[in-house]
């Protein structure tokens, strides 16, 4: 009997002193992952070639790339900082509260009125809910934190 209040006296120390997993993902796996979810397209509008930067000072990811229009015809470059958002249901890394930072022509002039309607409002639909990283099923569906660094993405679990 004892001996079985021991081990669980044990047990229970043990337990209580294992801290959280967390899993660093790299910029290479995520740029791999977005790379993989474009081009977009919605309506006329088309979103290609991202580029992705992560900024742990400000806990942001901006995402960049072409996009392109068919009516009317016009193509230029965007960027976007966003916060990765954890998607329990899908056990997924997404974009979210997407910001524009840019929005130009290919030869850098400022794009009309009518353009830059669409495409903000555009960009803002075929970029939300974006899935940057799918954490392996084995981990399972809980996550704590998820902390931008400069090289990656740390998952706190």
Not at 128 to 154: A, C, F, N, W
Request: net charge positive; aromatic share 6%; proline share 4%.
């Amino acid at each position: 009997m004892s001996k079985s209040i021991c081990l669980a006296l044990a047990w229970l120390l043990w337990a209580g002193s294992v801290h959280a997993i967390s899993l660093h993902v790299p910029k290479g796996l995520i740029d791999i992952a977005v790379a993989k979810k474009f081009p977009k397209e919605k309506a006329t509008i088309t979103l290609d070639k991202p580029t992705m930067a992560l900024s742990k000072q400000r806990q942001k990811v901006e995402l960049c790339g072409t996009w392109a229009s068919k009516l009317p015809k016009a193509n230029g470059d965007f960027c976007i900082d966003t916060q990765p958002v954890w998607n329990k249901d899908k056990g997924d890394i997404e974009i979210s509260k997407v910001n524009i930072l840019k929005l130009t022509t290919a030869d850098g002039k400022e794009l009309s009125a009518a353009i830059t309607n669409t495409l903000n409002a555009t960009l803002l639909t075929l970029l939300d809910g974006t899935s940057i990283y799918h954490v392996p099923d084995m981990i399972g569906k809980r996550l704590d934190s998820i902390e931008v660094q400069d090289s990656g993405i740390r998952l706190s679990f």
